[in-house]
């Protein structure tokens, strides 16, 4: 059973970077079946894709057309995890952040982590 | 970007009622639906993928169909623990987009 551990601060300042870490077991991050994803959820957004990771004998990134500026999904191959650097953070950010395996679905949620941008 | 609209936004329903949510997108995504069930302050979970198929573990009440741009969730005799809100997601071309959800109470 895949299992996702997020972590990362919940309260970012504005116009600094929000950071967040998705810690994997039961599966590996270099996965040729699934990919892994930063999700977010908000009152005012709903459920927005921000992007994703995925290992095809090279490492891929794609991200929403929204975000491509300021958002980096990384792989950390050596401890099994993957993370979201969120750049020149506002107000309209804070939300809360899922890490999410897709493999046929998006199967595999991590707990979630609120994240507030406030000065 | 395929928009996705779900209907209704609410529904309050009592137990062994049957549920249908329909979500219908902006363009034809096949049947690269899928529904998820979020319960308060929890995770969404995988209900049905690829429109009809079930998730893992997903009690045999729920079901879908559909292809195209018009789909169904159907909930046979809900349950009580089955007050959540109810997502559907495409996958059939990035960006993901996700429906606005539709929240079930229970009477």
């Known amino acids: 059973q895949v299992q996702l551990q997020q972590s990362g601060p919940g309260l970012v300042k504005p116009s600094q970077t929000l950071s967040l870490t998705c810690a994997i077991s039961g599966d590996s991050v270099f996965t040729n079946t699934g990919a892994w994803n930063w999700i977010r959820q908000s009152p005012s957004r709903g459920l927005e894709w921000l992007g994703r990771?995925?290992?095809?004998?090279?490492?891929?990134?794609e991200y929403a057309v929204s975000m491509k500026s300021r958002i980096t999904i990384n792989p950390d191959t050596s401890k099994n995890q993957f993370s979201l650097q969120l750049n020149s953070v506002t107000p309209e950010d804070t939300a809360v952040y899922y890490c999410v395996r897709d493999d046929s679905g998006l199967v595999d949620w991590g707990q979630g982590t609120l994240v507030t941008v406030s000065s | 970007d395929i928009v996705l609209t779900q209907s209704p936004d609410f529904q309050s329903v009592t137990p062994k009622e049957k549920v249908t949510i329909t979500c219908r997108a902006s363009?034809?995504?096949?049947?690269?639906l899928q529904w998820y069930q979020q319960k308060p302050d929890q995770s969404p979970k995988l209900l049905i993928k690829?429109?009809?198929q079930s998730g893992s573990g997903v009690p045999s009440r729920f079901s879908g169909s559909g292809s195209g741009t018009d789909f169904t969730l159907t909930i046979d005799s809900l349950e009580a623990e089955d007050a959540a809100t109810y997502y559907c997601?495409?996958?059939?071309?990035?960006?993901?987009?996700f429906g606005q959800g539709t929240k079930l109470e229970i009477k």
């Open positions: 997601h495409q996958s059939s071309s990035l960006p993901y987009t």
């Open positions: 363009q034809s995504i096949g049947i690269s």
């Open positions: 690829y429109a009809s």
């Open positions: 990771t995925y290992y095809r004998s090279k490492w891929y990134n």
